[in-house]
């Protein structure tokens, strides 16, 4: 009974780069959200997503950001042209149905961009 | 809107003490869930309850509980004869008004001395 799976759990890219991180959600969760946390700081809701669909994506930067769920595979958060101040810790989280159901979380991928 | 403060940024403790972390809320919905999640220093991010804002019964679990006040808006947390592996940060979330999307408090972090 695997719990959520995110890869890589540590990506190091330069200025200007693409980084492209997955999510695996538990097993009977059809529900992923993508959530950022700066060094020090808390939680912030970036994205929610169902499969195919994006539901809310009012957490979003408007550029550079976007994030999809296919019919098939792992939820994949983009980062295009990456800038120092994208270096944070990228959780994401699933859930079995909407409804404020718990939401569980993997282990994130701590993103440095030098 | 919806808010969480905990506003103890740090709280250390020796060993078998006793120590509560509060978390203060606001919202505009009548019935919500509210949340505590761990972080410990590997990093992930671990759920420990779920609480219904109908259900105003503590909670308790081991040397966990957790005293919600509808009344004050508040939901502390306490853990009884704290270890050294309870030293983690320590937070606090809620649903956002009519959506999925969960607000965290900035955390507290608690470290436990030997």
């Known amino acids: 009974n695997a719990g959520v799976m995110q890869n890589p759990r540590h990506l190091v890219r330069r200025r200007g780069q693409e980084a492209r991180l997955r999510c695996s959600p538990m097993?009977?969760?059809?529900?992923v959200y993508w959530y950022r946390q700066l060094p020090e700081e808390g939680l912030k809701f970036m994205v929610y997503?169902?499969?195919?669909?994006?539901?809310?994506e009012s957490g979003m930067p408007k550029e550079r950001f976007s994030a999809e769920f296919p019919k098939e595979g792992p939820s994949i958060l983009r980062i295009q042209q990456v800038v120092r101040g994208d270096s944070a810790a990228y959780f994401c989280?699933?859930?079995?149905?909407?409804?404020?159901?718990?939401?569980?979380f993997g282990p994130g991928t701590r993103l440095l961009v030098l | 809107a919806q808010k969480v403060t905990q506003a103890q940024t740090e709280i250390s403790v020796v060993e078998k003490e006793d120590v509560t972390l509060d978390c203060v809320y606001e919202t505009r919905d009548t019935t919500y869930y509210l949340f505590w999640y761990k972080q410990p220093p590997s990093g992930e991010l671990v759920f420990l309850i779920r609480r219904n804002s109908f259900d105003e019964q503590n909670e308790i679990s081991g040397r966990y509980s957790w005293n919600f006040q509808k009344s004050t808006s508040s939901f502390n947390f306490t853990i009884t004869a704290s270890q050294v592996v309870d030293s983690a940060v320590y937070f606090c979330?809620?649903?956002?008004?009519?959506?999925?999307?969960?607000?965290f408090g900035t955390g507290t972090r608690l470290q436990v001395f030997p």
């Open positions: 989280a699933s859930s079995p149905r909407r409804a404020q159901e718990t939401q569980y």
């Open positions: 097993k009977g969760h059809s529900h």
């Open positions: 979330a809620l649903p956002s008004y009519n959506t999925d999307k969960l607000i």
């Open positions: 997503l169902q499969k195919e669909n994006i539901i809310d």
